[in-house]
C-alpha cells in the first residue's frame, strides 16, 4: 500500500486543560510549534501559555467554543497549523470535524471518518464485531425499536438488564430493570434520556453481568497494514459508570483469557480498518468470560498508566502515524514492566454527593521528586475550578516494579497532594487505594457500592489514633491562633470588623472563659469547647482536656505541640475554611459562624437554592407532592456530573419555579419547601 508522508509542523490543540498540555508536551519534544485554543474563560489557563501560539475561539461555554468546529478550522488556518489533535472528550469522536480537517486539507490525529462512524453507534458496532467474530454481551443491539420486540428481547436475555443509549457515551442514559413488571417504565424513561442528551432514542439491551470488571485494550494500527495491542487496563472502579481509578496491567488476569482478549481486540480494529490510537472495552464476567462493548475512537484518559508500562509515549505514535509512518514497534518488540494506576482528581465533595466544586484553588502542589509520580495537570495554583468545563483538577499516576510498589507510592503521593478552595476527592481517593480488598486487586464494577461504608469519611480504616483524634481541636487552635495573629495585625491596620471568624466566636485578648466554636466537618457539625491559657488553647472533650499551642511558619507550615508532643502540619486558609495537611491525609473543616448557624437553626421549610449554576435535567416531583426526607426532587446537570436535589426533610413540595430542561444561576430559587409539621 502506498502511503503519502506528510510531516506535520505546527499542531493545532482542539482541547484545553490537562489533555492539551499533555499533547503539547509531546509535540514540542517532537520540534512541532504548537497552537493552542481557548475560549473566554481560559485566557490564562495553563495550556494557553504552554503553546506558542493561542487562538481565541468564543465564549466560556463549550458549544461556542471548543464545539464550534468552523471556529476550529479557521484558527488552524490563521496559524498556519497543518494538523489538529482533537484529545478526549469534545470533538474527539466526532466524526464532522475529521471530515472538515480532510476538506481543509489539515491532518485530523485519529482514525478515518468511516471508523469513527462505524464506532459511534454502540449498535452498529455490535454488528461489526459480531461479524468478525469477537464475543458480544448477550443482547439485542436491532433496529426495530417497537416496544414490543423490545420487550420481548428483554425477557429472551433474561433479567437482570441493561438498557444503553446506543449513541450514548459517558455512562449517561445507561438503566438497569430487574424485573419484568419495571420494564416498559425503563424504557420509556432510557429513550426519553437518550433523545435529551444525544438527540436520538434508539435503545439496546444487554445482560446485566451482576460483578464484572471493565477490562480494556489498548490498539494502535498504521496504514501499512500494521496493528498491535499495548496490553490491557482495568478501569473497574467506577461510580455512576464512571472511571475513578485505572491500572495496567488488570490484576490477577488469567494469561490466557489476557491473550485472547488482545486478539479480540485488534480483530475489532482489523474489522473497521482501524487507523491510530483506539480502545476496546470488554466487559468481563466473574469466570473470565469477556464480551465486547464499545470502542473509542480515540486516546484515552487512562493511556498515562500503559505509557508507564510500556515506556512508550502514545501521543508520538499519534502523530508519526497520521503523519503516514509505520508503528515504531512491531508486537514482538512491544513489552510491558511492573505495573501502573492512575487516579482522578476531581474538584467535588465525597462527603456531599460528590457535588462538584466550583472556585479558586488557593493552594494546590503535587508531591515533588518521587521516582515513578507523574502528574498530569492543566491547573495551577490560583487558578480558578468554573462550572463551564470537567471538574478534573489532575490525573496522578504512579509506577511500580509490582502493583505493591505501585499502591505504595499511589498512596504517599496522594498524602503530598496539597489542595484547598474546594473541596475534593483526594482523602477519597486514598481511602480507595488503602482498602484491603482493593490492595488484594479485588475489583469489580461494584466495588464502590460494595464498600461504600468504608471508603465515606470517618469510615472503617480512618482516625483511631490520638493525632487524628485531635485534628479538630488543632484545626480550631490553628484558625484561632491565625485569627489572633490577624486581628492583632489588623488592629494596627484598622481592620475588618466584618470577618466571618471574629463574628463567630468574638475574639477578646486576655480573657479565659469558656469558648464556643462549631466546625462542619462533612456532614458532621463538631462543637469545640475551649479557653485559652497563657498562649496554649485548652479545649475540654468530655472528660479530658487537651492543651495545644500552635506556631506558624513559612509557606503554611505549622508546628502544633499537642499536650508537649510536637507534630509538624501545614495549613492552608479560605474564607471560613482550613484544611489542615497532616499525616497524608487532608483534613478539611469549614468554620460555622453565628450567622449561619443562626439560619440554620431555624426549620428547614423555605426556599430551596440551586448549589450551582447548571441545567434541570429531570424534575421527579409535582407541585403539592408530599415527599420523605431525602427523596430526590430535581437533578441538576452542571460540569458534566449529575446533582440531586433532596427534600431536606419529610413534607410537601409547595411549589415548583423551574422545570426539565431549565438554565438555572447558582442559588435560584428552585422551589418552596414545606416541613411536615408532627402532630
Ligand atoms: P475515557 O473513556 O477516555 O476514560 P471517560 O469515559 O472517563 O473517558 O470520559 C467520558 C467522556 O468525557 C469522554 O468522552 C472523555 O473523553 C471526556 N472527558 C473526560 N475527562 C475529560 C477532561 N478532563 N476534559 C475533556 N473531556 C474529558
Ligand atoms: P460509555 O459509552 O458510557 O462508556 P459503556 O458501554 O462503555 O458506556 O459502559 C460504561 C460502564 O457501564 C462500563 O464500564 C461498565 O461498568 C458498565 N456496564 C456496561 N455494560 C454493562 C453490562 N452489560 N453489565 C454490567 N455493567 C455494564
Ligand atoms: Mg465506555
Redesign the pocket.
Known amino acids: 500500500m502506498m502511503t503519502e508522508m506528510r510531516t506535520i509542523r505546527t499542531l493545532l490543540i482542539a482541547n484545553r486543560g490537562e489533555i492539551a498540555c499533555r499533547i503539547i508536551r509531546t509535540a514540542r519534544s517532537l520540534g512541532i510549534r504548537t497552537v493552542a485554543v481557548y475560549s473566554e474563560a481560559d485566557a490564562a489557563a495553563l495550556h494557553v501559555a504552554a503553546a506558542d501560539t493561542a487562538c481565541p475561539i468564543g465564549p466560556a461555554p463549550a458549544a461556542d467554543s471548543y464545539l464550534r468546529i468552523d471556529r476550529l478550522i479557521e484558527a488552524a488556518k490563521a496559524t498556519g497549523a497543518d494538523a489538529i489533535h482533537p484529545g478526549y472528550g469534545f470533538l474527539s469522536e466526532n466524526p464532522e470535524l475529521a471530515r472538515a480537517c480532510a476538506e481543509a486539507d489539515i491532518l485530523f490525529i485519529g482514525p478515518d471518518v468511516p471508523a469513527i462512524e462505524a464506532m459511534g453507534s454502540?449498535a452498529a458496532a455490535k454488528d461489526i464485531m459480531a461479524k468478525a467474530g469477537v464475543p458480544l454481551?448477550p443482547?439485542y443491539h436491532g433496529a426495530d425499536q417497537g416496544a414490543d420486540t423490545l420487550e420481548k428481547a428483554a425477557e429472551n436475555i433474561g433479567f437482570p438488564v441493561?438498557l444503553?443509549a446506543s449513541a450514548?457515551?459517558?455512562?449517561?442514559g445507561?438503566r438497569?430493570v430487574e424485573r419484568a413488571e419495571d420494564l416498559a417504565d425503563g424504557i420509556a424513561g432510557a429513550k426519553r434520556e437518550a433523545a435529551a442528551a444525544f438527540g436520538d432514542d434508539r435503545l439496546l439491551i444487554?445482560?446485566?453481568?451482576?460483578r464484572?470488571r471493565?477490562v480494556e485494550v489498548q490498539v494502535f494500527a498504521d496504514r501499512h497494514g500494521n496493528a498491535v495491542h499495548l496490553f490491557e487496563r482495568d478501569?473497574?472502579v467506577?461510580r455512576r459508570?464512571?472511571?475513578v481509578v485505572e491500572e495496567a496491567p488488570a490484576p490477577g488476569l488469567d494469561e490466557i483469557v489476557r491473550t485472547s482478549m488482545a486478539k479480540a481486540a485488534i480483530d475489532a480494529a482489523k474489522a473497521i480498518d482501524y487507523v491510530g490510537a483506539g480502545t476496546v472495552?470488554f466487559?468481563m464476567d466473574e469466570d473470565g468470560a469477556f464480551?465486547f462493548?464499545?470502542m473509542?475512537t480515540r486516546l484515552q484518559v487512562e493511556h498515562p498508566v500503559t505509557e508507564a508500562i510500556t515506556g512508550e509515549d502514545l501521543v508520538a505514535w499519534q502523530i508519526r502515524v497520521a503523519e503516514g509512518g509505520t508503528l515504531p514497534l512491531t508486537q514482538d518488540r512491544i513489552s510491558a514492566s511492573g505495573h501502573a494506576l492512575e487516579v482522578r482528581i476531581y474538584a467535588e465533595d465525597p462527603e456531599r454527593e460528590f457535588l462538584p466544586q466550583t472556585g479558586r484553588l488557593s493552594r494546590l502542589a503535587f508531591p515533588e521528586d518521587m521516582d515513578g509520580v507523574r502528574v498530569d495537570t492543566g491547573v495551577i495554583e490560583g487558578d480558578s475550578v468554573s462550572v463551564h468545563y470537567d471538574p478534573m483538577i489532575a490525573k496522578l499516576i504512579t509506577h511500580g516494579r509490582d502493583r505493591a510498589e505501585a499502591l505504595r507510592r499511589m498512596s504517599r503521593a496522594l498524602g503530598e497532594v496539597r489542595i484547598a478552595g474546594l473541596a475534593n476527592n483526594v482523602p477519597y481517593l486514598k481511602r480507595i487505594v488503602e482498602h484491603q480488598a482493593f490492595i488484594a486487586g479485588g475489583v469489580d464494577?461494584r466495588f464502590i457500592e460494595t464498600y461504600r461504608e468504608d471508603l465515606a469519611a470517618g469510615g472503617a480504616g480512618e482516625g483511631g489514633t490520638w493525632e487524628s483524634d485531635s485534628m479538630p481541636a488543632l484545626a480550631a487552635a490553628a484558625l484561632l491562633e491565625a485569627e489572633r495573629l490577624d486581628v492583632v495585625r489588623q488592629a494596627r491596620l484598622g481592620g475588618d470588623p466584618y470577618s466571618p471568624w471574629a463574628m463567630a466566636y468574638g475574639w477578646r485578648l486576655n480573657d479565659s472563659p469558656q469558648h464556643r466554636l462549631t466546625l462542619l466537618h462533612g456532614a458532621d457539625e463538631l462543637v469545640l469547647l475551649y479557653r485559652l491559657e497563657a498562649g496554649t488553647y485548652v479545649f475540654e472533650q468530655g472528660e479530658k482536656q487537651v492543651r495545644i499551642g500552635v506556631s506558624f511558619h513559612a509557606n503554611g507550615r505549622l508546628e502544633a505541640r499537642l499536650d508537649g508532643i510536637s507534630i509538624h502540619a501545614e495549613a492552608a486558609f479560605e474564607d471560613d475554611a482550613i484544611t489542615v495537611f497532616y499525616g497524608g491525609t487532608a483534613h478539611r473543616y469549614v468554620l460555622k459562624t453565628a450567622l449561619a448557624s443562626g439560619a440554620d437553626a431555624g426549620e428547614n421549610s423555605g426556599h430551596v437554592a440551586a448549589p450551582m449554576p447548571g441545567k434541570l435535567i429531570a424534575v421527579h416531583v409535582a407541585e403539592g407532592a408530599e415527599v420523605a426526607k431525602g427523596d430526590p426532587l430535581m437533578v441538576l446537570e452542571a460540569m458534566k456530573m449529575e446533582h440531586v436535589i433532596r427534600a431536606p426533610d419529610d413534607g410537601v413540595v409547595a411549589a415548583l419555579h423551574y422545570g426539565p430542561g431549565d438554565q438555572v444561576e447558582e442559588g435560584a430559587d428552585l422551589l418552596l419547601f414545606e416541613t411536615r409539621i408532627a402532630d
Open positions: 454502540k454481551v443482547g441493561l444503553k450514548g457515551g459517558g455512562g449517561k445507561m438497569v444487554e445482560k446485566y453481568l451482576t464484572p471493565h478501569c473497574s467506577q459508570h464512571q472511571k472495552e466487559i464480551y462493548m464499545e473509542n464494577t
